[in-house]
């Protein structure tokens, strides 16, 4: 689980997210990155899309559990104030604890050289 101060529950924040902030994907999963600028003593954030897609409620509960504990996991790598949307993809629903794991390791290791070497081309907020 997620600590509350870890948690992104604000919608505009998500869209701003998701619309100016950096973008990896894997087979399972996209991240989308935005970098804060309040500050690196700001704790990072983290919040969850699973839509209807994956299946149903258990399936979606079941790719939520994972993913939240996998992020809770990653917390450390991510600098301070930084916000991370995880949107699980269809594949996700299908996918073992491990694989989603592996997937978004990668996908953060993208996200993060992307908007830390200045992702303004990549799409980053400015």
């Not at 604000?10 to 869209?15: D, E, H, T």
């Not at 994907?25 to 996209?30: F, K, N």
């Amino acid at each position: 689980m997620l600590a509350s101060v870890n948690r992104l529950t604000s919608g505009p924040v998500f869209a701003e997210t998701i619309k100016r902030g950096s973008r990896a994907g894997t087979g399972t999963v996209v991240l989308h990155l935005q970098l804060g600028e309040t500050g690196p003593e700001a704790p990072a954030r983290v919040g969850l899309v699973v839509n209807r897609q994956i299946g149903n409620a258990v399936t979606r509960n079941k790719v939520k559990r994972r993913l939240r504990a996998l992020a809770r996991e990653r917390l450390g790598s991510l600098p301070g104030s930084a916000v991370l949307v995880v949107r699980a993809l269809p594949a996700a629903a299908t996918a073992s604890y491990a694989e989603l794991g592996a997937d978004l390791d990668r996908a953060l290791s993208k996200v993060l050289s992307r908007s830390l070497r200045g992702g303004l081309a990549e799409g980053g907020a400015p």
